[in-house]
Structures are given as structure tokens and as C-alpha cells.
């Protein structure tokens, strides 16, 4: 099996999991607890709220454990609208922003909230004179993710936050896809509120945390226990948390030569990709990007297809279709930075990790033409192009 899907979800490493299991076998006790078997999870959570924090440049006392990505973003954007709806009743985000977001949006708009969803680039990159201009009195938050988990743009979160800043308005940025895969210091960026998610950086699933900068009145989440100091109920996640912080130290100890690994790699996927499959298209910035993503759209044809065909082949990636829905209704993002519907369809992700091969890439590239030519000969689309080309 080929895996080219890191951006859906990454292979548990080992190390996490080895660090996991004590906390379901021996160490099993309750934090809240006062007996010793307790605060050796206690101690445990602790530990790893340090690691987090000093991984981001926060203080420990600004992170909180969430059962991952959807429920920090949600987090972030319900209750800064609820804490700070007497100040302003404006939200400013993108439309490229993942569901977590975008569906929370539309829910504050159902309560009464105006959600402004900025633009973006052909290159899926938002503009900062848009930004401003869009900064009203009554603006309350800007959320703009970190980088985006289709096409792998990142975005120029330290200029975003400088005017957040400037103009006296909270800045959240959803970081699911960034958080273990670039440096991140929330003061050097003027973050208020970042998201991420274990199970994006070879951590656990649902695990992740909400930073929150101290200063905040953001309220209880969810409401029950004491637990993360009266905002976030709910027994600790333990092994959860633990497998987070590990995986975390794992991240910064070899996110460097992660980085070049597989930005070799990615390069080398889209200049092969470039070079022998006609009418295609790289989706995204070509540099200011995630390290493992390549996502492009090939005319004529249909992803799923693509993705199907390659799966016989061994081979795990995505589609631009919003297939979690059971719908095929093209990708928001694709639509966004311009492509039309029929090359929002033809289009296939795959997110590399540091453990692909060459070997591995020209396997898919090989198959790959193979199957983008085969799908061609049967589509009408591709029939029609080639008589217009004669004509
Ligand atoms: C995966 C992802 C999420 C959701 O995270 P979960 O932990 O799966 O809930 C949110 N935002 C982005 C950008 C993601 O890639």
C-alpha cells in the first residue's frame, strides 16, 4: 500500500502509541483524583500542557485539551461571538476555511452574527487589502486558517495578525494542517486563538487543543467537572493527551529534515506529474505551501474515478469532491481560487509524510498516466476537446 493521504489523517507513530499504553494499563487513574494512582495522570497532563505550550510560544495556562480540530474551532468562533456580541456582531473569515469553521459561521448566522468570507487568489492566497477593508467597528474576530488541507496554501498569518492587532480585533487561526509542520510562535504571529489536532501529525485521534490567550473571556465549552481550569469539562483524555505531547516532541525534533524530505519529494511529484500528463493544472502555491501537498485537476475526467483506479492499484489519496457528505458536489476551495466545476471534479490531493520513497512516487506516476489516459478515451469531454482541437 501506497499512503498519499496525510492530510485526511497520519499513521499513529509508534512512539506515541508507546507512550499511550501505560496510560490505559497502569496508569490508569483519574487526574481529579487526590490518591497517588491519579496524579500520575495528573502529573502526566500537566507535562504535555507544558510541552504543547512551549511549542507554540504560549504559557501553559493558555491551552486547553479538546477532542481535536472540529470542536477547537468551534470553540474559538461560538464563544468569542457569545463573550464579545455586546462589542460588535461581525466575523470576518474565508471561504476556503475548513467545514469546522465555514459550518459554524453559518450558524452564527442563524444567531444573529454577519460573517464576511473573503475571497482568495487563483493561488488560494487571501488579500490583505481586502482584509482591511472588510474591518468594520462592530468586527469582533478574524479567523483564517493556517494552511489549507486541500490545495496546502498557507497563508500570511503574521501580517493577518499584525492588523488584527492594529484594529483591536481577536485573531483565531484554525492550524490543523500547519500545527507539527511549520514553526509556530503565537506572540511573533499576534494569534489570540489557535486550533490543531493529534491526529494530523502522527498523534492520536480526538485529541487536540484550543490555545486561548490569557485576557480572553471565552467561556466554558463544554459544561460539567472543573476540568482545564473551569473551561472545558469532561474527564481528561489521558492517553489521548500524553500521545499529543509525544507526538508533538516528535514533530519538532524532525521537522526539519521532514521538511526537506518531503518538499523533494512533493517537487518531484509535480514536476513528473507537469512533464508526461497533459492538460493538467497544480492547484495552490507552488511554494507557499505545505511541505507534502500536491493537488492537481485533470481535464476531461473525474477524481473519483482517478481515485477508485488508483486504490485497485494500492494506492490511498482524495478527491476534490466533498465525498464525506455523500455528495458530489465539487470542493469549496477548488471553486474558490476560480477553477469551474468540471475541473474542480477532475481533481485528485495527495499529501505526502516523511516516510514516501521516489520509488514509490514513480509507481503512482506510472499508474497515473495510465489511468488519467484510459479515463480520457471514455469520456465524452475528452471526445468532444479533440474534435474542437481539429477543427
Ligand atoms: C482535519 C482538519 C480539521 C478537523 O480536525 P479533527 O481533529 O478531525 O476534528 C479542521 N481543520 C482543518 C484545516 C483540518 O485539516
Known sequence: MIYLDNAATTKTAPEVVEAMLPYFTENYGNPSTIYSLGSASKKAVNQARRTIAEAIGAKQEEIYFTAGGSESDNWALKCTAEAYA???????????????????????????????????????????????????????????????????????????????????????????????????????????????????LNGPKGIGFLYIRSGLKLRSFIHGGAQERNRRAGTENVPGIVGLEVATKRALRIMEE?????????????????????????????????????????????????????????????????????????????????????EAHGSLRMTLSEENTKEELDFVVDNLKEIVQKLRNMSPLYEDFLKKNKA
Do not use: W
Not at 86 to 96: A, D, R, V, W
Not at 269 to 292: A, D, F, Q, V, W
Open 86 to 200: 455586546s462589542k460588535g456582531k461581525h466575523i470576518i473569515t474565508t471561504k476556503i476555511e475548513h467545514h469546522a469553521i465555514l459550518h459554524t459561521c453559518e450558524y452564527l448566522e442563524k444567531q444573529g452574527f454577519e460573517v464576511t468570507y473573503l475571497g482568495v487568489d487563483k493561488d488560494g492566497l487571501i488579500d490583505l487589502e481586502e482584509l482591511k477593508n472588510a474591518i468594520r467597528p462592530d468586527t469582533i474576530l478574524i479567523s483564517v486558517m493556517f494552511a489549507n488541507n486541500e490545495i496546502g496554501t498557507i497563508e500570511p498569518i503574521a501580517e493577518i495578525g499584525a492588523i488584527a492587532k492594529e484594529h483591536g480585533i481577536l485573531f483565531h487561526t484554525d492550524a490543523v494542517q500547519a500545527f507539527g509542520q511549520v514553526p509556530i510562535n503565537v506572540d511573533e504571529l499576534n494569534v489570540d486563538m489557535l486550533s490543531a489536532s493529534g491526529h494530523k
Open 258 to 342: 521532514k521538511t526537506a524530505k518531503e518538499v523533494e519529494l512533493r517537487d518531484y511529484l509535480i514536476e513528473r506529474i507537469e512533464k508526461e500528463i497533459p492538460y493538467c493544472r497544480l492547484n495552490g502555491h507552488r511554494t507557499k505551501r505545505l511541505p507534502g501537498n500536491v493537488n492537481f485537476s485533470f481535464l476531461y475526467i473525474e477524481g473519483e474515478s482517478v481515485l477508485i483506479m488508483l486504490d485497485m492499484k494500492g494506492i490511498c489519496a482524495s478527491s476534490g469532491s466533498a465525498c464525506t457528505s455523500g455528495s458530489l458536489d465539487p470542493s469549496h476551495v477548488l471553486l474558490s481560487i476560480g477553477l469551474k466545476h468540471e
